[in-house]
């Protein structure tokens, strides 16, 4: 058996996606059987094939779930962007603009003054 093309994989539906998974998996499961006898690189290719059949299974996953899902906030941790952990933490634009009430009311009685130089 030879690779398959991960084209041809993101082609299929997801059912013909299934039973290609059953397929592979059963065959995996044969070859492993007449260990004795079988090709060194059989059971690797097969392996590295099942892999690519459930990383394309996933990714037509989570774009589904990415298409479906509105507020970008209630997205599942493991669709969010990957950020460091310092961006993560960082505050919002709004939350860093916030000030107090008492800081409010300091800007609004003495506003910021504006010079003009004559020429």
Not at 10 to 21: V, Y
Not at 41 to 65: F, Q, Y
Request: charged residues 35%.
């Amino acid at each position: 058996m030879s690779d398959i093309k991960i084209k041809d994989i993101r082609e299929l539906s997801d059912e013909q996606l299934k039973t290609q998974l059953i397929d592979l998996k059963e065959n995996l499961l044969q070859l492993r059987a007449k260990k004795a006898n079988v090709r060194s690189g059989e059971i690797h290719r097969v392996r590295k094939n099942i892999a690519r059949v459930l990383t394309v299974i996933n990714l037509k996953a989570r774009s589904e779930v990415l298409a479906n899902t509105s507020n970008p906030r209630r997205l599942p941790k493991d669709i969010r962007p990957k950020l460091t952990r310092a961006l993560r933490r960082k505050l919002s634009a709004s939350d860093a603009n916030r000030r107090t009430l008492k800081a409010q009311k300091k800007s609004a009685a003495f506003p910021h003054r504006k010079y003009a130089l004559k020429a």
